[in-house]
């Protein structure tokens, strides 16, 4: 099992900026990629950001830009930097680690951490 800590979350003003942390812990071996996700009420659970072991990264094209995925392989954590932030940004921010070990591939989430833009 692997168990994801996120941190930095809160409220913040459009235009400002908040870092989110995620630290992995448990069975770590086999994390390939990390990331974050975000979830508004209603609505489905949509990829922000991710980063592989050797640093690929992917954005969504509502973040690209803004937003930059980070990660230290030796600590098995992972931030996310978010700047210029929107009103649109306000949403509960979800951790994500996917470990492959030969063909078992499993995916972690962390417990989700509250992010609010006012406008």
Known sequence: QVQLVESGGGLVQAGGSLRLSCAASGSTFGIN?????????????????????????????????????????????????????????????????????LTNVNAYWGQGIQVTVSS
């Open 33 to 101: 990629i990390m990331g974050w996700y975000r979830q508004t009420p209603g609505e489905q659970r949509e990829l922000v950001a991710s980063i592989t072991r050797g640093g690929t990264t992917n954005y969504a094209g509502s973040v690209k830009g803004r937003f930059t995925i980070s990660r230290d392989n030796a600590k098995n954590t992972v931030d996310l930097q978010m700047n210029s932030l929107k009103p649109e940004d306000t949403a509960v921010y979800y951790c994500n680690a996917v470990r492959t070990i």
